[in-house]
């Protein structure tokens, strides 16, 4: 697998990771008990999207930046 492979790979596994964990923390808190399940997600992904996705785009770029700094000091 070349370098530029695994850091994509990296990048988007990280990426969705680290969405899904925000998804858990900020979590859409005004949930009524009666909320169904398909609500509770739709709400949780919607909800702070913007921040959610700009701390994931951070998070994912230095994980996805590792192989390359690792690949110019081995040269």
Same mark, same amino acid.
Do not use: H, N, Q, W
């Given at each position: 697998?070349?370098?530029?492979?695994?850091?994509?790979?990296?990048?988007?596994?990280? @990426?969705?990771?680290?969405? /899904? *964990?925000?998804?858990?923390?900020?979590? =859409?808190?005004?949930?009524?008990?009666?909320?169904?399940?398909?609500?509770?997600?739709?709400?949780?992904?919607?909800?702070?999207?913007? @921040?959610?996705?700009?701390? /994931? *785009?951070?998070?994912?770029?230095?994980? =996805?930046?590792?192989?390359?700094?690792?690949?110019?000091?081995?040269?």
């Amino acid at each position: 697998m070349s370098k530029k492979t695994l850091s994509l790979f990296l990048f988007v596994i990280s @990426f969705v990771v680290t969405y /899904s *964990l925000l998804c858990l923390v900020y979590t =859409g808190g005004k949930m009524a008990l009666e909320a169904t399940t398909f609500d509770y997600i739709r709400v949780a992904i919607i909800y702070m999207a913007l @921040f959610k996705t700009i701390v /994931s *785009l951070v998070v994912a770029s230095v994980v =996805g930046a590792i192989p390359m700094i690792i690949g110019r000091r081995k040269e």
